[in-house]
Nanobody, 123 residues
Framework: QVQLVESGGGLVQAGGSLRLSCAAS????????MGWYRQAPGKERELVVS???????DYADSVKGRFTISRDNAKNTVYLQMNSLNPEDTAVYYC?????????????????WGRGTRVAVSS
């Protein structure tokens, strides 16, 4: 069992930046896909970005060019750098991991979830 703990959320003004971290309780070498989902009020949880053990990334169109995911296997940590934030980015952000395969849009087959960290962007 792998526990994922997110940190770094908070309140920021539009145009600002935040960096989220996801610390895993075990080695990431056994995990193929790591990523971040988000759930805005009244909406479904959706994949924002993922990264595989080979370093292949996949970004949702809404965050391309603004968000950057990185993965440090030595530290068992995944990061999400979020720049140029806007109010539409307001959501609870969840770290997710899947041992084999890739992360899917709505979170099917995710093996491990974090509890989430809240991001609020004011206009």
């Amino acid at each position: 069992q792998v526990q994922l703990v997110e940190s770094g959320g908070g309140l920021v003004q539009a145009g600002g930046s935040l960096r989220l971290s996801c610390a895993a309780s075990a080695s990431l070498f056994s995990i193929n896909a790591m990523g971040w989902y988000r759930q805005a009020p009244g909406k479904e949880r959706e994949l924002v970005v993922s990264i595989t053990s080979d370093g292949i990334t996949d970004y949702a169109d809404s965050v391309k060019g603004r968000f950057t995911i990185s993965r440090d296997n030595a530290k068992n940590t995944v990061y999400l750098q979020m720049n140029s934030l806007n109010p539409e980015d307001t959501a609870v952000y969840y770290c997710a991991a899947r041992r084999s395969g890739v992360l899917l849009r709505y979170g099917s087959f995710v093996d491990y979830w974090g509890r989430g960290t809240r991001v609020a962007v004011s206009s």
